[in-house]
């Protein structure tokens, strides 16, 4: 090689190494807003959870802030029935159809249907809260009773929005099991079934785990198409026909005119929904590294 | 060859520390960079979270005819800017309320009425009830009249909905319908919640059992207005003082106001904003 490739290879060296530090400029501007968006939510809503009172705020029943009552007691239980309302429809459906897609399914029929499911995750979720407004409530309202904007409502309309998500991650986790199980378990004489509850299912256990919270997640964060179906009336549902308010719903119905103390509780309910969220994306990983 | 991946590793810690802080302190100082910019002539109005919004459609406008001039709208409700103005932190106040004519801070004030903003109580056109009174309205948002058969109409249950906490017209909805005297009775828990004129709409015109409120203005043939005390709300009855679900608003100073805050003023009662006031579905009052 002659001295000119030489200084060839420094040029790109030092070119790489400001490749390199635009690259880390990148990686943490994401970060940064990260960071920035986290202490912002905190330092407007923590104070004002101190300044109402911790039982007070999240036990208390009554929601009129307008009128200094700041209590999401309600929101909270409306949150995690809906959510676990969805979760109860959604979830055996998403885990069915990713066994059937991972372990029975033709490969023409796979290649159909996967594509169709991912594609669920790209309706935006007005339009399935739309579909809620002009299907769901109207049929809830004139089978089962009350004005239609319900608990049920909510959580049928999630089930469907959480579907994508839940069945190709468990289906990946299926996919992920070693062929050598399968092998192993029909040539001992198990039948196709057998293998798929007694050896699949139970190897891909924790990648299942990992889909159902994340989908858990997507339920508890949805906003747009909750507040269109479930009512929002700050009340502890005590049928499933009831109204309810979620805590996404709270801050996005009030934003628009809130001030003040009202603006800073609204703060506060994303701080509740952040640890709520957080603490659910903590187990889905703690439990996806367990592997 | 030159191993690309043996440079990676050699940069040590010392100088990526010191590049990682060059960067944070650029994406830092783009980021404070962005929120500086020139100051102008600052015109503050503050006030009634009623009159807020359609202010702020004014003073959008107004920005188009003053380009100099920055206005800023502030909530806080109608006696925070009668204070402000006081205080002279704001050049005008939004008030939708009367001024208290007994109490001294309040009577000798400069006014200008901007609108009047009417409440209309909505149903289903299909719905047999054509009249109520303001104390049914009342226990019929309160909760305390479940069936339709007890304001003589089907027997079926009443499904109400109301705007959000925090909204202008929720709150001149308590004022005008729940408060009786000094007393105000809570809405329903039930209530049913919407976040827009609109969705309160499109829920009663598919709801035959439902009951709502909405600004006159944001009424459509899609639902009924029924008429309270016997008055059918209509911008005839309005303006007439017959229709009794109504609220004034106000702007507000020390005195009458003078430059940029005239301006304002002058624009506001004049025929550009009249057309955004009945957007927004109040009733001007040169009309």
Not at chain 2, 90 to 112: F, I
Not at chain 2, 148 to 157: F, Y
Not at chain 2, 164 to 180: C, H, I, P
């Amino acid at each position: 090689m002659s001295s000119g490739n030489v200084m060839a290879a420094d040029d790109l060296r030092r070119r790489e190494e400001w490749i390199r530090l635009a690259l880390l400029c990148m990686a943490f501007s994401s970060i940064l807003v990260l960071a920035m968006i986290i202490l912002f939510v905190f330092r407007e809503g923590v104070p004002q959870i101190v300044r109402v009172g911790i039982p007070e705020f999240l036990g208390g029943g009554r929601w009129a802030p307008t009128k200094g009552v700041f209590g999401i007691f309600p929101m909270i239980v409306g949150t995690i029935q809906v959510t676990l309302g969805a979760l109860v429809i959604g979830v055996p459906l998403s885990l069915l159809s990713a066994i059937c897609l991972s372990e029975f399914a033709a490969p023409r029929v796979r290649m159909v249907m996967k594509p169709l499911i991912e594609l669920l995750s790209a309706i935006p979720s007005v339009v399935y809260g739309f579909i809620g407004v002009t299907v769901i409530v109207p049929l809830v309202r004139d089978t089962l009773g009350g004005s239609g904007f319900s608990v049920l409502s909510a959580a049928l309309m999630l089930s469907v929005m959480i579907l994508p998500t839940v069945t190709s991650i468990a289906y990946d986790a299926l996919r992920a099991v070693p062929a050598a199980y399968r092998e192993g378990a029909l040539a001992l004489g198990a039948t196709p079934w057998q293998t798929v509850t007694r050896v699949v299912v139970p190897a891909a256990r924790s990648g299942l785990v990992t889909a159902v919270i994340l989908g858990m997640g997507r339920a508890m964060g949805e906003t747009m198409a909750v507040i269109m179906v479930a009512g929002n009336a700050v009340v502890v549902p005590t049928s499933p026909l009831h109204p309810c308010r979620t805590l996404t719903s709270n801050i996005a119905l009030e934003m628009a005119y809130a001030s003040g103390g009202h603006q800073k509780a609204l703060f506060a309910t994303g701080v509740v929904l952040f640890v709520m969220i957080f603490c659910l994306n903590s187990i889905a990983t703690f439990i996806a590294r367990r592997r | 060859m030159y191993a690309m991946g043996v440079r990676y590793r050699s940069l040590r810690p010392v100088r990526f520390f010191a590049r990682l802080g060059i960067a944070i302190l650029v994406l830092f100082g783009l980021v404070g960079l962005s929120g500086c910019r020139g100051k102008g002539r600052v015109l503050i109005v503050a006030g009634s979270t009623s009159v807020q919004p359609v202010m702020e459609k004014i003073a959008e406008a107004f920005r188009k005819v003053k380009p100099g001039l920055r206005v800023d709208i502030e909530g806080g409700g109608s006696s925070a800017g009668i204070m402000a103005v006081r205080a002279k932190t704001a050049a005008l106040g939004m008030s939708s309320r009367e001024l208290k004519q007994n109490d001294p801070n309040e009577a000798q004030l400069w006014r200008q009425m901007l609108a009047l903003d009417a409440i209309a109580i909505i149903v289903h056109p299909e719905n047999t009830v054509a009249s109520l009174s303001l104390a049914q309205v009342r226990d019929l948002f309160a909760g305390k009249i479940k069936t339709w058969k007890e304001v003589g109409g089907r027997d079926r249950p009443v499904h109400v909905l109301v705007r959000e906490e925090g909204s202008g017209t929720r709150s001149a909805f308590e004022e005008l319908v729940m408060k009786d005297g000094k007393h105000e009775t809570p809405v329903d828990d039930y209530a049913l919640v919407q976040d827009s004129s609109g969705g309160v709409r499109e829920v009663v015109c598919n709801d035959r059992d439902a009951i709502g409120f909405a600004s006159l203005g944001a009424l459509n043939d899609s639902v009924r207005a029924v008429s309270v005390e016997g008055v059918t709300p209509t911008f005839e009855s309005v303006r007439e003082g017959k229709y009794r679900l109504v609220r004034p608003f106000y702007l507000i100073g020390v005195e009458p106001p003078a430059g940029d805050a005239a301006d304002l003023t002058r624009f506001s009662l004049g025929s550009e904003a009249a057309v955004i006031m009945q957007k927004e579905g109040l009733v001007g009052v040169f009309r």
